[in-house]
């Protein structure tokens, strides 16, 4: 069995590596999210994500990195709410999700001020680490 690294971003902009099962990985994902996943493409950037299919209908919080990746894609037409799970934008040929390159998780950290939280797994070599994520939102909204 092999994994996938992906990057979990919750609400409050809590970062965490994510090794996703191939095959098996749905249940992980689920609970990653906190329901049904629902998948987002963001072809500008050559990334995906997973979230929860039902979280504006359960009134969760928004995604503030989830909604400025939509916005960087789409416009200002809809807003991530809930925790988010990014991934690579490709599948394998047996249809399962890739994860991200070192190259696309190196972008986010820098691109957002990611730090990863070290509770779970170590992150991989170069990424700054610590107990939480800190990010500053400019003044363009989200």
Do not use: H
């Not at 098996?24 to 996943?37: C, K, P, R, T």
């Not at 995604?63 to 599948?91: C, E, F, K, M, Q």
């Not at 950290?109 to 170069?126: H, K, M, R, S």
Request: charged fraction near 20%; charge should be negative.
């Amino acid at each position: 069995m092999t994994t996938q690294t992906m990057l979990r971003i919750d609400v409050e902009g809590a970062a965490s590596i994510l090794e996703v099962p191939q095959p098996g990985g749905l249940s992980v994902l689920q609970d990653a999210v906190g329901g049904m996943i629902e998948y987002v493409a963001f072809p500008n950037r050559g990334i995906g994500c997973y979230l929860n299919e039902e979280g504006k209908l359960d009134g969760l919080e928004p995604n503030v990195i989830g909604t400025r990746l939509w916005l960087s894609a789409y416009g200002p037409t809809d807003v991530i709410v809930g925790p988010i799970v990014l991934l690579g934008d490709r599948t394998t040929d047996e249809g399962f999700s890739i994860g991200l390159t070192p190259e696309q998780l190196a972008t986010l950290v820098q691109e957002f001020g990611l730090v990863i939280n070290t509770d779970a797994d170590p992150p991989p070599d170069g990424l700054p680490v610590a107990g939480c994520v800190v990010w500053e939102d400019d003044d363009e909204g989200m």
